[in-house]
């Protein structure tokens, strides 16, 4: 793992260093523990533990309703886990009340959202630069530069001036991720980047991703089911399920499809969901519905 | 690779003596040096536009072998510099680049160096503007002449398969709009009554005129106050409230899904809300006079008035036609309510900031037309001799 320091983890401040939880692996820029979610009594995700490493491309993969987009929210602060601790770079957001130290928290990462959330009142260019404006003490043209330069990323620099409502589903989610990149954070969160888009466009973000995780050393945490992508970009997935409503699988994608001894794993991701006749219900090894789990070659949870 | 920034927290920017060009025909050379993020970024770019602004020289060539990281705070540089030399007529190169970096820059660079991205649309003149909005104007007249035939035709539907017409849904907004505002206007309605006789006391009681109040406060409250309050209440909670509901499922593609269905929204959304809201304009504006007629006896009280004698006035100064009047021109003020709301939430643009717009222009556009109908209807009650 490439041990280049970013110029905002070279400036971390005393302030914040009480923060700081002894334990965090060393390349481990996330750390999540025990972890389990919940709407009121309802919980939706329980005792998950992963990390995710510095540099690392890391999906998380899973059903429709696994919890997905639920465990990126509570990754990203915007709820709170039902328990266990969820650690971006040492810091955890659960328990940090609003305030400046938070703020600095939040900024080590950015958020592309699956609908791409742009502001309808501001154009193309307003909301990429708005962060840059807002946090980075630069200048209105140096903000509007860089954020041309990001736009230009994501195939966009001719729509800076339009607004969101004139812009496509696929473009506002490509505005999404190039606000996303603003203040080229340590790590980028990703809802679905490459849904609704056509597979070129699809193919261009893939790269882009690759481009900025070899380049700038970002980590991505994208949640994702499609599976074309997966294989391109992930260096390591988490499964999710539905059915047992934690993680089930956890590893290189082609790793799990080939050798993962749950079926319901390898059918995931083959793409290739067996007729319910081929494989029982529930109950057996080779379950799909239950996703009954063999003793794992190392890949997948108990 | 790129090397570890760690200990490069400023940038260097040097400009070798040689390369200052007085007459534009040399290249100037600048050569950047350590890592170039957000943190360098400004004092980089003061540096670097310093020394673009010293030379004459057209073109630039950026040597960044010393340049040993560089994020999007660093792309932005390079662009501007780029931006800034095309508009001598000049060209910017960037050599010695590492590979790595050379791929960052090449993905972000943009197809046209003078960046006429950054430049905002000309602003509309006046007269553009004005046509916009008299084409507005026509196109929303247009409409809401189209809704109201649609809502003929979908109210004569109604009559002949009255099984299919959405009763329960109709029943629904009726309590919605109607019950669950009876608390706020009677209490509206009590304190104009009260405000109206209180007002009123002291100038008429002057003239030895205060028998003469209950007259005027029941005639205001009966003819003009208590409808038009009922129905200013709708436009703001009820006119704003289908706006916004009807636009969030025009945004949401709701209402494309029941067209390619086959169903007609305005049979199936529009209809029922507007009748619920023509049945709960008169309805509110009964309790909204009751109330005002209440609060003028309030005050009334202190003057002296037991509740007979001001109930006798009362009834000397209010005929029926004036109640029947007042009440029958709710159910006009009902149809502009429940029609504008709707109207406003099926027009609803593209974006979130579409539906609050259009909750908006619903409330405006109601208040405006009730009080223009208000007129329409003093005037025909004056020469009807109503």
Same mark, same amino acid.
């Given at each position: ?224 089911? =499609? !599976?074309? +992508?997966?294989?391109?970009? *992930? ?5 999710? $399920? ?6 089930? %699988?956890?590893?290189?994608?082609? =790793? !799990?499809? +080939?050798?993962?001894?749950? *079926? ?5 991701? $083959? ?6 006749? %081929? ?24 | ?386």
């Amino acid at each position: 793992m490439n041990a280049m320091l970013r110029p905002d983890e070279v400036d971390q401040t005393d302030s914040d260093a009480h923060l700081k939880v002894a334990g965090l692996a060393d390349d481990a820029i996330i750390k999540v523990s025990d972890f389990s979610a919940a709407y009121g009594d309802t919980i939706v995700l329980h005792d998950i533990t992963f990390q995710v490493n510095r540099s690392e491309i890391l999906v998380i993969a899973g059903d429709s309703g696994s919890g997905k987009t639920t465990l990126l929210h509570h990754m990203i602060g915007l709820a709170i886990p039902a328990k266990g601790r969820i650690l971006i770079d040492g810091d955890d957001l659960s328990t940090t009340p609003p305030g400046t130290v938070r703020d600095k928290i939040m900024r080590k990462f950015g958020v592309s959202f699956q609908s791409g959330a742009l502001f309808g009142s501001m154009n193309v260019l307003e909301n990429v630069s708005l962060q840059l404006k807002q946090f980075a003490h630069l200048n209105g043209t140096m903000a509007d530069m860089i954020a041309l330069t990001k736009l230009q990323m994501v195939g966009l620099a001719d729509s800076a001036q339009r607004m969101p409502a004139e812009l496509s589903g696929g473009m506002q989610k490509r505005v999404g991720i190039a606000r996303a990149m603003a203040l080229d954070p340590m790590i980028i969160f990703m809802d679905e980047p490459s849904a609704g888009l056509d597979p070129i466009t699809s193919a261009e973000m893939d790269q882009l991703i690759l481009t900025l995780n070899k380049l700038l050393k970002t980590t991505f945490v994208i949640v994702s089911h =499609e !599976l074309t +992508s997966i294989f391109k970009i *992930a260096h390591r997935v988490l499964l999710l $399920s539905t059915e047992k409503q934690t993680l089930i %699988a956890e590893g290189e994608p082609n =790793e !799990l499809r +080939s050798h993962s001894n749950d *079926a319901w794993v390898r059918a995931f991701f $083959s793409g290739d969901i067996p007729s319910s006749k %081929a494989v029982s219900p529930k109950g057996t090894s080779s379950t799909i519905g239950g996703h009954d789990l063999m003793p794992a070659n190392g890949n997948t949870h108990h | 690779m790129i090397d570890d920034p760690q200990n490069e927290t400023a940038i260097e920017v040097k400009v070798p003596a040689g390369d200052h060009s007085a007459d534009g025909s040399s290249t100037l050379r600048i050569s950047i040096k350590g890592s170039l993020n957000v943190h360098t970024l400004s004092g980089a770019w003061v540096k670097t536009f310093d020394a673009l602004r010293k030379s004459q020289s057209r073109n630039v060539v950026i040597n960044g072998a010393d340049l040993n990281y560089c994020d999007g705070a660093g792309l932005g540089l390079l662009a501007e510099v780029r931006r800034e030399v095309a508009g001598r007529g000049g060209k910017m190169q960037i050599e010695n680049l590492r590979s790595d970096l050379r791929s960052l820059v090449d993905i972000s660079t943009l197809a046209d160096p003078s960046a006429p991205q950054l430049t905002r649309p000309p602003r509309v003149d006046v007269f553009t503007e004005t046509g916009n909005w008299t084409h507005l104007l026509i196109g929303e007249t247009v409409a809401t002449i189209s809704l109201l035939g649609e809502l003929c035709s979908a109210a004569g539907w109604a009559l002949f398969h009255p099984r299919q017409f959405r009763l329960h849904e109709t029943m629904a907004v009726l309590d919605q709009v109607g019950t669950k505002a009876v608390p706020v206007i009677c209490l509206l309605g009590f304190l104009i009554g009260t405000i109206l006789a209180f007002q009123t006391a002291p100038p008429l009681g002057r003239y030895g005129l205060v028998d003469m109040i209950p007259t005027m406060v029941c005639m205001s409250v009966v003819r003009e106050l208590g409808p038009l309050l009922a129905t200013l209440l709708l436009a703001g909670r009820t006119a704003s409230a289908f706006a916004a509901e009807l636009g969030t499922m025009k945004v949401t593609d709701e209402i494309s899904a029941l067209r390619s269905m086959g169903i007609d929204p305005v049979r199936y959304l529009v209809l029922p809300r507007v009748l619920a809201v023509m049945a709960a304009a008169p309805l509110l504006a009964i309790f909204s006079t009751f109330m005002g007629v209440i609060g003028g006896y309030s005050v009334m009280a202190n003057y002296g008035f037991t509740f007979a004698h001001y109930v006798a006035q009362v009834r000397d100064a209010v005929t029926y036609k004036d109640l029947v009047g007042g009440e029958a021109k709710t159910v006009v003020f009902g149809l502009i309510v429940g029609g504008i709301g709707c109207l406003r939430g099926l027009r609803t643009g593209n974006g979130p900031g579409a539906v609050g717009n259009s909750a908006t222009r619903a409330v405006v556009t109601s208040i405006v037309l009730i009080i223009v109908a208000d007129g329409v209807f003093g005037v025909a009650y004056y020469y009807l001799k109503l």
